[in-house]
């Protein structure tokens, strides 16, 4: 089969770091060639030297068989390279037609021919199959139309090779089925496809070649009707992986977390409610998991519930204390454990060592000060105890933190959160950017919180990792509770479309 694009020893470094190390890679016309490979393993960098985005320090690219050097994107996209971003590079006030062709606009006498842009929209998606409407506004589009538009922006500008990063990070599992049957119909008519992701039922569903990455070199290679999710994993981390926890059945206790009528307003004020009347219960011993394509107010449901930021209305309730408003001091008093989101900006203090990081919650007490002054016995103990306890890699406790991988930055903020008695315990995206083993610890610890009588609030946007753990699923879409479903008695596609505002009924039909 043709090659159509070849990168042969590819070799970059940052400050020292390599994260590509001679690496090695082709692409075939009319194929979906997936890049498997955990955040860090070198997949993004390589992604950027394929578009002309980053020069390597060595290696040979090849377009069609001939030598190439791609100075910039604008070299890419005469070579027939188009990219799609995880984050879309779309105008939100622009149409469709106004996006697609922005750059490329076809005039007429001397001005831009806005109806000759939508008839060519609209010939070029009816070609391809990527039905979009070219005079819609964009900020009016759901998430799977937008990346439609993103792809159909590539075609325009006559891509033969398309490069999608993450392309379902932000899909329900509907609009990832889309987006694959679009992919075949692409290579049906002879478009290739680099496909990269982190996600190993879809390269299992959807690609014809699997190359996997660690560490910032190939590591091993796969045809999926050859292979399966736990031999993808293996390659992923180097070892064998347990893919699902082993849990037992929840044994529910009293009410811990009762949030009635919840309501949350968008950062400065803007935009109205994104939080929109929210209510729900969580007892001691259970795992409820909030999911939801993310941007439909989770985050904000879970800044009110961990102090960071105060609901415009409504009652939050711990234990029959009502805590509305409480400060996330006041709240880690009462028992409150939180895994943020984002690790880097509201887990942990980045320039302070692993030991220091791990007493955050808890520097002012004993056994760790006495009088108001630091003890360092204590706190390096206690850091020499967590590190082995939840297998922290780190060259040592008295490290940055900023050193440590984002699987074992993440292990840190879960082993402080967890070191101390715990009633609720609140894990936003617990996983994102986490390497496959990092994900089968982290899961177990979240099941052990349970066991012990905590009550766990799951948020996350990886449909697999709420089916996995939770005892009951709330579905939020458009800053509001949709519905809610004890775990074992939902289907990945009634969730789906759930998240994507089905109504209930319809969804359980």
């Not at 939508?118 to 998606?125: F, I, P, T, W």
């Not at 091993?220 to 926890?245: F, I, K, N, S, Y």
């Not at 509201?346 to 791990?358: C, F, K, P, T």
């Not at 993440?410 to 995206?429: M, N």
């Amino acid at each position: 089969m043709t090659l159509v694009l070849e990168a042969r020893g590819i070799t970059k470094r940052f400050s020292g770091v390599v994260a590509n190390d001679r690496v090695d890679l082709d692409l075939r016309k009319g194929e979906i060639h997936a890049l498997l490979g955990e955040n860090g393993a070198g997949k993004s960098t390589l992604m950027n030297v394929l578009y002309g985005l980053t020069r390597p320090d060595e290696g040979e690219l090849r377009r069609g068989g001939r030598p190439v050097a791609l100075r910039s994107p604008s070299d890419a996209i005469a070579l027939g390279i188009g990219m799609v971003h995880q984050h879309f590079m779309l105008i939100p006030v622009f149409t469709v037609a106004e996006n697609i062709v922005l750059g490329a606009e076809p005039v007429r006498r001397g001005l831009f021919d806005r109806r000759r842009a939508s008839a060519e929209v609209r010939a070029l998606s009816a070609r391809y199959g990527l039905e979009v409407d070219p005079d819609a506004r964009v900020e009016d589009l759901p998430v799977g139309v937008q990346q439609r538009v993103e792809i159909i922006k590539a075609l325009y500008r006559e891509a033969e090779i398309l490069i999608l990063d993450e392309p379902t990070a932000v899909l329900t599992p509907q609009e990832a089925e889309e987006l694959f049957r679009v992919l075949r119909g692409l290579t049906a008519r002879g478009v290739s496809v680099l496909f990269i992701t982190h996600k190993l039922k879809e390269v299992l569903a959807v690609a014809d070649r699997v190359t996997v990455m660690r560490a910032g070199r190939v590591v091993g290679a796969a045809v999926p009707a050859e292979t399966d999710e736990r031999g993808l994993a293996a390659m992923m981390v180097g070892r064998e992986v347990a893919l699902q926890v082993d849990r037992g059945p929840a044994k529910p206790g009293d009410v811990v977390l009762d949030v009635q009528r919840l309501c949350v307003a968008g950062r400065r004020g803007a935009g109205g409610d994104v939080v929109r009347e929210v209510s729900f219960s969580v007892r001691a011993g259970e795992i409820l998991g909030v999911a939801g394509v993310q941007g439909n107010g989770q985050t904000e449901l879970v800044e009110a519930l961990t102090g960071l930021s105060p609901p415009r209305s409504g009652r939050v309730l711990l234990r029959g204390h009502d805590v509305t408003g409480a400060l996330p001091r006041a709240l880690l008093s009462r028992g409150v454990a939180h895994v943020p989101e984002d690790r880097q900006r509201h887990g942990l203090v980045l320039s302070y060592s692993v030991a220091d990081n791990l007493v955050l919650c808890t520097y002012h007490r004993a056994p760790f000060a006495a009088r108001g002054v630091l003890r360092d016995e204590a706190r390096d103990e206690n850091a020499r105890r967590l590190i082995e306890r939840f297998d922290i890699r780190a060259p040592g406790a008295g490290a940055p933190v900023s050193a440590l991988s984002g699987g074992n930055q993440q292990k840190v903020i879960l082993a402080r959160e967890l070191s101390r008695p715990v009633t609720l315990l609140v894990a936003s995206q617990p996983t994102r950017g986490v390497d496959v083993g990092s994900i089968e610890h982290i899961h177990r610890e979240i099941v052990a919180a349970r066991d012990a009588g905590a009550a766990v609030v799951l948020v996350s946007a990886e449909l697999d990792e709420i089916l996995a753990l939770s005892d009951r699923i709330a579905v939020m879409s458009r800053g509001g509770i949709v519905a809610t479903r004890e775990a074992g008695e939902v289907s990945r596609t009634e969730l789906g479309l759930l998240m994507a505002g089905a109504h209930p009924g319809a969804a359980a039909s």
